[in-house]
């Protein structure tokens, strides 16, 4: 199956049957995944604490193209990356309810890389946010993977509104 931005939710879990080898766990000795939906949620649930608590003890704020989330806190040792709260050194602690960022992020097959550029531009990425448009462009034009329907062409088809954007005339 080819991965698009259009493709469906149900169709990308599919692809992310629960996977804990070690390439798949090696994400989360360096980082941990977005929460977004009911994720939070979930967690708080399965660790049965109040969503409170959940946020004192184990999530930490982030941005991502110009949005904030809520992520697992890193345990950082003195550097910018560092691994996932729940990462326990075998697996996930809270495997059954990890995000689904977590979720859709599988290493070890070769359309894992598909699968995070599918949940970028489908959960992060605000295509109404003039400064999201100019990160994500950055992002583009550094390397970063683009899946059929995410180019900068297929998403904005206003050229002339997404010029002004790109030259920093429409702010928001």
């Known amino acids: 199956m080819k991965i698009t931005k259009n493709t469906l939710l149900k169709d990308v ?3 992310s049957a629960p996977c804990t080898c070690n390439s798949c766990n090696n994400g989360c000795r360096h980082g941990s995944g977005i929460l977004i939906g ?19 003890k184990y999530l ?4 991502q193209f110009n949005k904030k989330f809520q992520r697992p806190k890193l345990l950082r040792k003195d550097k910018p990356f560092g691994q996932c709260v729940f990462f326990n050194g ?12 977590c979720r859709t ?5 070769d359309y894992g890389e598909d699968l995070s550029a599918w949940f970028l531009v ?4 605000d ?4 400064e999201a448009i100019r990160q994500y462009q950055s992002y ?5 993977k683009l899946i059929p329907g995410a180019s900068m062409d297929e998403m904005f088809p206003d050229k002339k509104r997404l010029k002004k954007i790109l030259r920093y005339e429409v702010l928001n």
């Open 140 to 144: 583009s034009d550094n390397g970063g």
């Open 60 to 63: 930490e704020d982030i941005e």
């Open 105 to 109: 992020s599988i290493a070890c097959k």
């Open 127 to 130: 295509i109404g946010d003039a």
């Open 90 to 101: 075998k697996g996930c602690m809270i495997h059954e309810v990890k995000p689904l960022q």
């Open 38 to 56: 009911n994720d939070k949620k979930n967690i708080s649930m399965f660790l049965k604490i109040s969503e409170k608590e959940l946020d004192e």
């Open 122 to 125: 489908n959960y992060l990425l």
């Open 13 to 15: 879990l599919a692809l």
